[in-house]
């Protein structure tokens, strides 16, 4: 079992930043597949960005060139860099791990954008 702890998630004023912290417990850490989901009221959950073992990355349009995934492997710890944020970008952000088989999401942070 691999619990995800997300943190960062907070109020902020439209063209503000935030960053949000995921951090994984277990041991494949540094094999596996990072992700980052959001879910507003009403609306599917949907990618943000994920990051692979060899750190290659992927963004929705909706948030490239604004928003940055990262991993330290040494702090078993996903990041997401959000800046110039929108009032579109609130929602619930949750947390993914991906390795083979194994499939496991955080409880969510809210993130609000104020306009």
């Known amino acids: 079992q691999v619990q995800l702890v997300e943190s960062g998630g907070d109020l902020v004023q439209a063209g503000g930043s935030l960053r949000l912290s995921c951090a994984a417990s277990?041991?494949?850490?540094?094999?596996?597949?990072m992700g980052w989901y959001r879910q507003s009221p009403g609306k599917q959950r949907e990618l943000v960005a994920t990051?692979?073992?060899?750190?290659?990355?992927n963004y929705a349009d909706s948030v490239k060139g604004r928003f940055t995934i990262s991993r330290d492997n040494a702090k078993n710890t996903v990041y997401l860099q959000m800046n110039s944020l929108k009032p579109e970008d609130t929602a619930v952000y949750y947390c993914?791990?991906?390795?083979?088989?194994?499939?496991?999401w955080g409880q969510g942070t809210q993130v609000t954008v104020s306009s």
């Open positions: 993914n791990y991906q390795f083979a088989m194994l499939d496991y």
């Open positions: 990051i692979r073992s060899d750190y290659s990355t």
């Open positions: 277990g041991s494949l850490f540094r094999v596996a597949t």
